[in-house]
């Protein structure tokens, strides 16, 4: 069974920052796309970041520069580093997970989900 359980969320100040981390377990495809989502009241859900099996990144143009995906293969942990947050990151973040040899933001495919973790950002 697959479980993704998101930490780290919390409130901040604009220009702040946050580490949002993900433990994964159960998951054993060798070839997998992993990232984060984000959804405000309101609004779609959408692709924030997104990290490969081949280690590959891709980003939203809006956290492009400010927001870094990693991923601990050895402690099956994925993290996103969100620096500069601005009041219009407020959201609750989800980590998700599926298999391909591509990845990207997209969120068609995504099959495994966290429960999210809430980041508040007041300006």
């Known amino acids: 069974q697959v479980q993704l359980v998101e930490s780290g969320g919390g409130s901040v100040q604009t220009g702040g920052s946050l580490r949002l981390s993900c433990g994964v377990s159960?998951?054993?495809?060798?070839?997998?796309?992993m990232g984060w989502f984000r959804q405000a009241p309101g609004k779609e859900r959408e692709g924030v970041a997104v990290?490969?099996?081949?280690?590959?990144?891709s980003y939203a143009g809006s956290v492009q520069g400010r927001f870094t995906v990693s991923q601990d293969t050895a402690e099956n942990t994925l993290y996103l580093q969100m620096n500069k947050l601005s009041p219009e990151d407020t959201a609750m973040y989800y980590c998700?997970?599926?298999?391909?040899?591509?990845?990207?933001?997209?969120?068609?495919?995504?099959?495994?989900w966290g429960q999210g973790t809430q980041v508040t950002v007041s300006s």
């Open positions: 998700a997970a599926r298999s391909g040899y591509t990845c990207d933001t997209r969120i068609v495919g995504f099959r495994y």
């Open positions: 990290i490969g099996s081949d280690g590959a990144t």
């Open positions: 159960g998951y054993t495809k060798r070839d997998y796309c």
